[in-house]
């Protein structure tokens, strides 16, 4: 039996398709040999990529195939460093799943600047109550005097405004009018963008919108702003009721990646 064989062209015996080698065996191309499928379909089993160790953390130096369209499909890599990057990043969120007596949500830390926060939910138990907002630090919620805020909400049925502001305040006074506690209208909701919380030598800014169902039936809408006065590193926020009741709310955080 030949140990080598030369041949300038290998073609089927038959037909148009041929087989080299049985299962298990193993084809080596030598260094240095090039393999030129340039032209021809090259097949790849899923596995090339299924079967291998998945990583769960990239690093800048990590790199991606690519074709290049601006090289006519040439493959080529792209390091992780490279990618486009920016958007949200998830960090917080907490559902109470019922009526509770406050909802606190910790989401601050070194990593960003900028957070918004999702009040998606928040239905008082009793009808009629408005919503208080306090910022958290890592000992719980902060209830010194140095809120200062304004916020406006406008009545959808007359025009009429519902106004709560004051420097020097315990508390911040959102969604001034009475809440509805009607769970398909699901009482208020609220938007809020954060700057610089965890920053101890920066105040802290706060604004947003929020909407709600007022008790009289009609929708209110409104908005709010203003400077968290004291030095403190805040983490969160801290929402509850005027009225000491029991509500039941849900809210997310995001982190505002920069670049």
């Not at 106004?163 to 009607?182: F, R, W």
């Not at 929020?210 to 929708?219: D, I, L, R, V």
Request: charged residues 15%; negative net charge; glycine residues 14%.
């Amino acid at each position: 039996m030949s140990s080598e064989i030369k041949a300038d062209k290998w073609s089927p015996a038959s037909g148009t398709s041929a087989t080299i080698g049985d299962s298990g065996d193993t084809y080596t191309v030598p260094s240095g040999v090039t393999l030129n499928t340039s032209s021809a379909t090259l097949t790849l089993p899923s596995s090339v990529i299924t079967g291998q160790t998945a990583k769960t953390s990239l690093v800048d130096a990590d790199k991606f195939l690519i074709s290049d369209s601006a090289a006519s499909g040439a493959l080529k890599y792209v390091e992780k460093q490279y990618l486009p990057s920016g958007g949200l990043v998830p960090l917080a969120q907490v559902d109470s799943g019922g009526n509770v007596g406050s909802i606190s949500l910790d989401f601050a830390t070194s990593t960003y600047t900028n957070y918004i926060v999702i009040v998606d939910k928040m239905i008082p138990a009793s009808s009629g109550a408005y919503i208080y907002m306090q910022f958290r630090d890592e000992s719980g919620a902060l209830t010194s005097s140095n809120y200062g805020f304004s916020a406006r909400a406008l009545a959808a049925n007359n025009g009429a405004e519902d106004n709560g502001d004051g420097d020097g305040q315990t508390q911040v006074k959102l969604a001034t009018g009475g809440i509805s506690n009607g769970s398909n209208k699901l009482g208020m909701r609220m938007v809020m963008n954060v700057q610089d919380p965890y920053t101890s030598s920066v105040y802290t800014g706060f604004h947003g919108t929020y909407g709600f169902m007022a008790n009289t039936g009609y929708a209110n809408s409104g908005y709010f702003g203003g400077i968290y006065h004291d030095n403190d590193s805040v983490r969160g926020v801290k929402l509850y009721l005027n009225t000491g009741g029991n509500l039941n709310g849900r809210i997310k955080a995001y982190g505002v990646v920069d670049s």
